[in-house]
C-alpha cells in the first residue's frame, strides 16, 4: 500500500516538474544570467541537477555575509540557552533560520531571481530560509578538536522529490575543505532506488514504524530526518558508475543551485575551513 502510494506520488510529481522546468527553461530562455542564461541554467538544473553561476556576489555583499553571519555565532554561542536550530557537532556548526533573529541577513533571502528559480522548479513562491553552515579542521572547537565525518557524510538523496538548495561559498572550496560529491544527472528517478524512494516517502510522511527505526538508530538527532535513511550502498555505486561522481568545487561568491535528489554525500574536511550560507525552500 506504500509503495504504490510512495510510486504513484513519484511519476507524478516527476511529470510535473519537468513540465514545470522544461516551460521555465523555455520562458527565461532570452533573460541573461552571467555568461549563460536562466533558461540555460534552467535546463541545467533539469538535466544534471547542479549549476554554478561565477562570481554572482560582490566582495562587498560577501563581507556583509560574513559580518552578519560571524555575530550570529558569536551571539548563539553566548546564550544561555542555544537559539531554535542552532547546532554544534565537532568540527561543524549549523545555524538554521537564522535570518529571523538577524534581520540583516534578509536581503540575501529576498533575491528575485533566486526566488523566480525556486517558484519554477517547486511550482509556488516561496521566500528561503537562511542557514550558515561551518565545516572546520577543529580550531572553532580549540585546536586539538577530533575531526567526525560532517553532517551528511553518508550517500543519499535529501527527499524523495526534487528538493532546491541554493548556496553561496565564503571561501573556495576545493577537494581539501570538503566538497560536497554528487552524481551529475542522478536527481532523475533512479530504478534501482526505488526502495529508497518509497523509504524517503515514508519519512516524510512521518510512518510511524519508520520514525520508531530512526530513534531507535538516533540518526534522526535534531529533526533532520530528511536524509536520515541513507542509502544502501550498492544503490549508490549503480548510480555512481553510470553518471560518475563529481566534486562540488567553487569559488567564493559563486552561487550554487543545486538539486538535492541528486545522489551525493559531504566529504571530509582536511584543513582550514568551509563557510556556506544555504537558502532553503
Ligand atoms: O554540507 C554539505 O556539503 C552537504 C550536507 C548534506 O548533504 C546534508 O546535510 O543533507
Ligand atoms: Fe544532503
Not at 533560520?97 to 538577524?102: D, E, I, L, S, T
Request: proline share 6%.
Amino acid at each position: 500500500m506504500w509503495k504504490l502510494r510512495a510510486l504513484t506520488a513519484l511519476y507524478r510529481h516527476e511529470l510535473l516538474w519537468r513540465l514545470r522546468m522544461s516551460i521555465g527553461a523555455w520562458l527565461f530562455r532570452n533573460r541573461p544570467l552571467g555568461d549563460t542564461t536562466l533558461g540555460a541554467v534552467i535546463k541545467q538544473i533539469r538535466d544534471v541537477g547542479a549549476a554554478v553561476i561565477p562570481g554572482y556576489y560582490s566582495e562587498e555583499e560577501m563581507r556583509a555575509l560574513e559580518t552578519v553571519c560571524e555575530e550570529a555565532l558569536s551571539r548563539a554561542d553566548t546564550e544561555a540557552k542555544p537559539p531554535q536550530g542552532y547546532r554544534r557537532i565537532p568540527g561543524g556548526i549549523r545555524y538554521q533560520h537564522m535570518q529571523k533573529r538577524h534581520p540583516l541577513a534578509q536581503r540575501f533571502a529576498r533575491d528575485p531571481l533566486i526566488v523566480a528559480l525556486a517558484a519554477v522548479f517547486n511550482g509556488k513562491f516561496k521566500m528561503p530560509s537562511l542557514m550558515y553552515g561551518v565545516t572546520h579542521d577543529g580550531r572553532r572547537d580549540g585546536a586539538s578538536a577530533e575531526r567526525p565525518e560532517p553532517f551528511g557524510h553518508h550517500p543519499h538523496t535529501d527527499a524523495w522529490y526534487h528538493m532546491f538548495k541554493a548556496l553561496t561559498p565564503m571561501e573556495p572550496i576545493a577537494r581539501e575543505n570538503g566538497p560536497l560529491c554528487f552524481a551529475p544527472g542522478s536527481n532523475g528517478i533512479q530504478p534501482e532506488a526505488s526502495d529508497y524512494y518509497v523509504e524517503m516517502y515514508k519519512v516524510a510522511k512521518r510512518e510511524p514504524e519508520v520514525m520508531k527505526k530512526l530513534k531507535q538508530t538516533g540518526v534522526n538527532a535534531g529533526g533532520e530526518t530528511y536524509n536520515a535513511t541513507g542509502m544502501p550502498d550498492d544503490v549508490f555505486a549503480a548510480a555512481a558508475a553510470r553518471f560518475s561522481l563529481a566534486y562540488g568545487e567553487a569559488g567564493r561568491g559563486d552561487l550554487i543551485l543545486f538539486d538535492t535528489r541528486c545522489f551525493h554525500y559531504a566529504t571530509k574536511l582536511e584543513q582550514g575551513e568551509r563557510r556556506i550560507l544555504w537558502m532553503y525552500f
